[in-house]
């Protein structure tokens, strides 16, 4: 590996003083009173042996790290990952990179990837709390370290966040299933959460199911739950039940619910997922799902985030993103249905 190229050895090689070279370097030529033609020199031979500054050395004199932490529940679902793909663009295009991974929901990891980013000085954090995480967060908040939450929030914690408006987005689309008359018995599959994603999406269901006075059907699934359980555990509340429609709360327990009508023959029910999958696009029929407008979250983070660490922000920003219910072939009523129902 070649040696690392010093501001020391490009001063050596010039015969000019570190300082001269520290001053040029960091944009101060003119207000040093540095010709323009030994700023020109300085610059060409810096551009010339392709020196890099010491990023930690930077961070140190100027108090940021030009990082930014994300830290999500899970990098590899497509929601997070279009989030995180728009965020690092923006936070690019402003100077900053990112630096993410997931924490799977575990309390524990999400706490040792805080502290890690600590360690490392990023100037800002954006997380996807899993629960326990109280203390923690509030730590960071009483440091004055810029932080804001995403895709759920701590009610009792006086940050910034950025969610979807959860509680519409499944009042909706259990509306949307209800509206069909054939669907008397809608079900709702989610997990053991206390998150506010969660408790929004319940809520949602349950004043649709309540709007059309139809009995409500609730399955939760652990959040730890292994593939083959949460599998049998759908197809048994789908068959238990005689559900003649399903929201699912996420994707991935959509997803599950695929292979449950796979795996046991199941007639596919009238179905709703949470957050859209290239699956969804790809199944027959289609997966009609809950959307988040993935450029428009990633959008208000990343500005509320640099606008904290800019001293911008005056007040709290709870940004609120508005759901949209793509309708797709799983959740219509199809010809065959509709003649049915004329003849009854």
């Known amino acids: 590996m070649r040696k690392r190229i010093l501001i020391s050895d490009i001063a050596k090689n010039l015969g000019v003083s570190v300082t001269t070279v520290s001053f040029i370097l960091n944009g101060k030529a003119k207000e040093k009173r ?9 610059l060409d031979y810096v551009k010339k042996v392709g020196y890099k500054p010491n990023q930690l050395a930077q961070s140190l004199r100027t108090g940021q790290s030009k990082i930014l932490g994300l830290i999500v529940e899970d990098i590899s679902n497509p929601f997070f990952s279009n989030v995180a793909k728009y965020i690092e663009r923006i936070a690019y295009d ?11 929901n575990d309390e524990t990891k999400a706490r040792e990837l805080i502290q890690l980013f600590y360690d490392r000085q990023v100037d800002g954090y954006i997380i996807t709390p899993p629960e326990g995480l ?3 967060l509030s730590n960071l908040i009483k440091n004055n370290v810029p932080l804001v939450l995403f895709d759920r929030y701590i009610p009792q914690l006086e940050t910034h966040y950025v969610v979807l408006d959860n509680f519409n987005g499944a009042f909706e689309a259990t509306r949307h299933l209800l509206e069909n008359q054939n669907n008397k018995r809608v079900g ?6 206390n998150q506010t994603q969660m408790r929004d999406r319940l809520d949602g ?14 399955k939760k699934v652990k959040i730890d739950e292994n593939e083959d359980s949460s599998i049998d555990q759908i197809h048994e509340f789908i068959s238990a039940n005689n559900l003649d429609a399903v929201l699912f709360a996420t994707n991935y327990l959509a997803i599950d619910g695929l292979k449950a009508v796979k795996k046991y023959s199941m007639k596919l029910p009238n179905m709703v997922a949470f957050d859209d999958h290239t699956l969804f696009k790809l199944y027959e029929p289609g997966i009609s799902v809950v959307t988040q407008d993935t450029s428009a979250i990633a959008n208000e983070l990343i500005h509320t985030l640099l606008n904290e660490i800019k001293g911008k922000n005056k007040e709290l920003q709870k ?8 309708v797709r072939g799983s959740s219509v009523i199809s010809e065959e249905t509709l003649e049915q129902t004329s003849l009854k």
Request: charged share 20%.
């Open 34 to 42: 540095i010709s323009e033609g030994l700023t020109k020199r300085v």
């Open 94 to 104: 402003n100077g900053y990179h990112i630096i993410y991974c997931s924490m799977d």
């Open 134 to 136: 109280d203390d923690t």
């Open 188 to 193: 709702f599959v989610s997990l053991y959460s």
């Open 205 to 218: 269901y349950m004043k649709a199911i309540d709007e059309f006075q139809q009995q409500a059907f609730i």
């Open 319 to 326: 940004i609120v993103i508005p759901s949209e219910l793509l």
